[in-house]
């Protein structure tokens, strides 16, 4: 873990027996479950997903419905050179611990702004070191990571760029056109398709896109229920839309992925 910085003076970290503590003495505590609070603030009030969205995640993943995107995930990974890892946004773990597993000699660090998440997460692996913190202002040192992966969550290329070495790796998963179409007909009268995912970013050079398309049958009105919760359809569909899906006992639903690996530009000499 040296790659933290404080978030008050943004100085490096160093680990004590139950704290990190920078050289101007600003310190914080390792909770017992293992994680580290990092905010300081205003973000310190109640931020990140709500206990129920990790609840809803948490049991419809646990089904198996989106093994075929964990398992594309790991496939891509092991495409390229890391040691040190960075799962932003990482809600309740699900793929972080999961990668954790899959490349047990990674430095594995993940990061959110939901205290219940990350409490979540640490309790199903103590292999990773998890943080409380924001993406868009991390508390990770400068050009000290091989490489970040972002799923779903938001994008802050200018800070992905800060905390990367060079040469360093950015794996973004992106919902495709289509993804979760199906749902979205039952939930509303006109349905407009998700924005083209990205196929590049200023400052990084486009290593390879990995596109993902399968249909899950989401057999059970609870395990519908769960994948509505977990995104945000819930709080912007019409009353109508929620009602007509929470009468459904299954549905065919489609998924699709774009799996985009991004490789930090060289600085060329001016």
């Known amino acids: 873990m040296g790659n933290l910085r404080c978030p008050v003076c943004k100085k490096e970290l160093i680990q004590n027996t139950h704290s990190l503590v920078c050289m101007k003495g600003h310190c914080f505590d390792r909770a017992s479950q293992g994680y580290v609070n990092l905010t300081i603030g205003s973000k310190q009030r109640k931020s990140g997903d709500e206990k129920a969205m990790i609840a809803a995640r948490s049991l419809f993943l646990s089904q198996g419905y989106y093994l075929p995107l964990h398992d594309k995930i790991i496939a891509c990974l092991r495409r390229l050179p890391f040691r040190d890892a960075l799962d932003l946004g990482c809600g309740e773990g699900y793929y972080t611990n999961a990668m954790a597993n899959a490349f047990p000699s990674t430095v594995w660090t993940g990061v959110d702004l939901s205290v219940d998440a990350v409490k979540f997460a640490c309790r199903h692996n103590q292999n990773v070191t998890y943080l ?55 939930l509303y009268p006109e349905v407009r398709l998700n924005p083209i995912p990205y196929d590049g970013m200023e400052g990084f050079e486009t290593a390879f896109i990995e596109d993902l398309d399968f249909m899950i049958n989401v057999n059970s009105n609870v395990d519908l229920t769960a994948l509505l919760h977990m995104t945000p359809y819930v709080h912007r569909s019409p009353k109508e839309g929620l009602l007509r899906v929470a009468s459904l006992d299954s549905l065919r639903v489609q998924c699709s992925f774009r799996i985009l690996c991004v490789v930090k530009s060289q600085k060329k000499d001016e």
């Open 132 to 186: 409380i913190g924001g993406i868009s202002d991390l508390p990770i040192l400068a050009h000290s990571i091989d490489l970040t992966l972002n799923i779903f969550a938001p994008i802050y290329k200018n800070e992905i760029l800060r905390v990367l070495k060079d040469s360093g790796h950015a794996v973004f998963v992106l919902p495709g056109e289509k993804h979760l179409l199906e749902l979205k007909e039952q």
